[in-house]
């Protein structure tokens, strides 16, 4: 916590101020071995998009409680790697993509987030939007089917990004 709220204060007093004060609901909300990976996505955050920290931070609770326990840090990490890029909107990421992955059996997390960081490296600016996509996916295809589902995606996107 205290990395965390240091570099932040580096960018704003007042924000870091908040987050301290935020802390007392936030840090009890989370599970014990959730805190130190969340506290590690929000101080990578504060170097990149320091004004995201205090809405990732506070919204840290509600996202992991969406989350298969196994599939935490995975999602952290992809929502960090987002972070990194110019655009790549964590906040939407960790939102949007929670809420999506709290809608669907937990069995699935770990395959959706799969094909999360296949799709990553080659067209980062879709990862939210078919993680976001996927309860209504996984209601039109079965789950055996979603891998066929996604190379057709891929190839589209291939021809087209906007398209994808």
């Known amino acids: 916590m205290v990395t965390f709220l240091d570099a932040l204060g580096l960018k704003s007093y ?4 908040e ?21 590690s996505f929000v101080s990578g955050l504060v170097e990149t998009n320091w004004r995201d920290a205090r809405t990732c931070f ?10 298969d ?6 999602f952290l990490s992809l929502a960090s790697k987002l972070g990194m890029l110019k655009g790549g909107n ?14 669907i059996e937990w069995s699935q997390h770990a395959r959706i987030l799969e094909l999360a960081e296949l799709l990553f490296p ?18 039109r295809v079965h789950s055996q089917d979603l891998a066929l589902w ?4 891929l190839e589209i996107l291939k021809e087209n990004e906007e398209g994808g």
């Open 58 to 67: 506070e919204a840290g609770s509600k996202v992991m409680a969406r989350l």
């Open 90 to 103: 964590p906040v939407a990421f960790l939102l949007d993509g929670s809420r999506a992955l709290g809608e």
């Open 69 to 74: 326990r196994s599939e935490r840090r995975r």
């Open 14 to 17: 007042d924000l870091a101020a």
């Open 150 to 153: 996604f190379e057709e995606g």
């Open 19 to 39: 987050c301290l004060t935020i802390s007392e609901q936030v840090l009890p909300r989370l599970e014990k071995e959730d805190r130190r990976p969340l506290l």
């Open 122 to 139: 080659s067209y980062p600016q879709a990862v939210t939007e078919f993680v976001r996509s996927a309860p209504a996916v996984l209601n």
